[in-house]
């Protein structure tokens, strides 16, 4: 029997998603006979947890379980699952309530078959289409249908019409309404099968303009019920159903010979769609409905009181995708086991915090304390998402502590998940503290998966802490994937540390995957410490497998196994893809501990000040970002022991240029420490303004007011006489008496500078440097004011044995030779840029610019001159523009070409929505402007300037 259905009355909300998955049965290729077969299915197993949950587990990776709600197996026909799941829905559809089927799964997992069905076996489409045609009959009201698809482009093409343009999507007070679809009313069931067969042979109607080969699409049937008595337009409710595309791993080329960059798109909006559910089951504040068509013209029948039905279709045989979309279905179905905790615990907490201010920082932390004095804490999980659509930087922030004095915590799994689908800087980081003193914690497993279809730069921090007395923790294991389909650079540091005094941690592994489809560059280090003082850890594994299909730099520092075009081993669907450029582990005695004092932010504040104004081209400063949550209060307020690690990397694959920045910082001497370090490595052109920004940005996070306090000494040893040098060296010692080169806590900012071509390949970090745009910095970049803030840090600085130029004479040095060298940014010599680009606010990609010297009266024609200037200025009327409309009220918006009432209060909605809904002129085009409208726009207001 189904577990628990939707509450579907106001008196029972119930939960707003319900995942089910369905196995496929199997067809009869022979007989062309389709059945639901009794071949078993042995690679799926699906378990019954006690708590009554049901989990899924596969045979090739059966330590992973993914939480569903039901699971149907491969002898449980549609008509099953539509009077268990659907048919609830339709009833409730007369009383207003939309509602959304949606399958999804691998290529050929069934999901055709489940919604739409054959003509012996009809889908849950046709069966709910029959049963409100017999209740609008009963209840006089009356039925319209409208069938679409959504291609790899994001265009929704109208199936009864599919000559028409796409179809737009507008908002009008809140209600989303279509432009170019077709909404036929239907008043039998065949009159629908006949529209339905009509509708799929338009999808169908293959190859598409362009392509010589059928593409992967979405599609959509939304069923309306109409009322004479309702409302303006009689609308009572909606149901969609949706036959989403198949996800396909876009490492292997597609079986329909469709390309890459396809596959990217199209599973770009099944991220997308199953984004806004998980974000709609964890009642996150902000849903990304904006990140794809599809998401967004299912809006209305997502969001308020309407319900979901999240259908996984599962292939009968092994499938590496399958198991893929079923961990991301089942992170909907969300299950935090508070009763169970309070059942089996004294106490459990649990704090969620979102905070979104107007630059769209999310943070989120949660934290669970259980305290079980006899009896366990059985499972602990946790599940935080964080999605950003555009610039946002996100943290996640995890800690469970467990403290069983007798029984076990038998297994803690907190899931951190991020999915960024534009521009975003990501971090999230786990701590997990176990402490057991007399059996042991037997497992914990973090998994921290980081999703990123385009430009994005993650960082992710894992922290265990054992300290098991008596008895062992026997697995500690972490997997911290990443996948990034085009150019993404992403870190990861995990840090586990273990005390055991008597008998010893079983086995410590770690596993980093990393795979990269395109330009990518990776790194990965690892570190291990061991000190146990009566027995050993008898096994510290590591496995970095690091996965590159194209051009790939794989620097292995310690104990790290790199292999290229090699799948990595111990996959979960999600680690499979997912590449981590770098992680740490440092196993060590005690609890890690530092607290990092840093006096300096002043040196740097003026510096980053102006830095900051540049923050949008140079992509540090999303790493900066990235790093920022590392160093939030309840690390500062550890009390004696405080480890901060911030370690970023940025490589070839996110930058094109490769810019690796570790930052460490400790101040309390703690010899079991090994390594503790600041290591800021820019390798880049000449300029020394974009040093200094991205010295300063990188040393921000470190800055931190509660670090400020504890008033430590900080080394600055900076650049030796010139910054012509090939390698110029930035040295801050942040450690107070400290000799111990070990123990020295230092940073180091390395400046490799690049000659005339600007590509310098750095044997260690592999890096190459590409210019995005034509920029001139010069003027960004002013060199801090010398006042008496910085006086007095150099003074501090002075005091110390390892005495180097004061920073602010390093700094009038600096700025002499900024003032007297004017700078250009010259763009990478293939790069076409189109008109509508050259307009765009958005950077192509965060790649570090290559930056030439050069004298502008000599080597610039006037014309050039002129059109550099041209183009800066285009620029910069285009952030205004944008400016106006993300913060303009409805009379100043309604004065601007081409927005009148509707659009301005469409915007005023979006901006509530998200606070700066517009981040390039492309973003134009969601209040239903087109490209050519909004280049007219912007001809127009510009013109208007001279009249
Ligand atoms: N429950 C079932 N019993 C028997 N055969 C099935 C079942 N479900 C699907 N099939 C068969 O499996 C094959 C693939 O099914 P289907 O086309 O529904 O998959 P799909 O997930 O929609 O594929 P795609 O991702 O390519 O759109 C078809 O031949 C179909 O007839």
Redesign the pocket.
Known sequence: MASTQFGLTASDPGRKIRVVAKI????DPDTNF????STPVDWVSVNRENSGDFTISFKEQSSSRYSVDYCYDALENNEIIYSREVKPLVLAAFEGLNSTVIAH?A???????LIQGSLERPGLAVLATSEYLSMAEKNGKSVAVSFYEVDHQDHAVDLLNPEQPPILVLEDHGRIQFKGITQTPVKSIAEFQKLYITACSAQKAAPKKGFEHACRSHMGLTVSVFSQNEGVDGLVSKMNFV?M??YEDTRRRSSDGSGLAENNKINKSIYALLNVCHALSTNESRVPYRESKLTRMLQDSLRGTSKILLVS?LNPSFCQDTIYMVSLASRSCQRIPLDSLKKSSSSARQTVTLDSTKKNAVSARQTVTSDSTKKSANSIRQTVASDSTKKNASSAKLTITLDSTKKNASSAKPTITLDSTKKTANSARQAVTLESTKKSANSIRQTVASDSTKKSASSAKLTVSLDSTKKSANSIRQTVGSDSTKKSASSAKLTVSLDSTKKSASSARQTVASDFTKKSASSARQMVTLDCTKKNASSARQTVASDSTKKSASPALQGIISHKNKIPISVSATTKKLPVSKSHIHEKKGVVAVKSAMKGRKLFEEASHSAAKAEKEIPIAQVTKASEPLLDDSLSEDGNDVHVNSMVEQDSSLTGSGNHIELNSRVEKDHSLANASNNVKLNMVKETEIFIAKVTKASEPLLDNSLLEDGNDVHVNSMDNSLANTSNKVKLNMLKENDDPFLNASSEVKVNPIMEKGIYDDKEYHNEIHAPHAINYSKDLLIADEGYNMNKENNSLMENGDCSPSISSQLRELQSLVSSTPLTLQLPEKRCISLEDQISTEIAEPVTPIIERRDLVNTKSPWETFAMHGSGMKHSLVKDYLRILNTAEKDELKKLKGIGEKRATYILELREESPEPFKSLDDLKDIGLSAKQIKKMMKKEVGELFD
């Open positions: 496929r049965g199997f067809s389709t059945s639901e077969s799964g290529r050929g997992s069934g999901k055709t078959h036959d595309a198949g279709c």
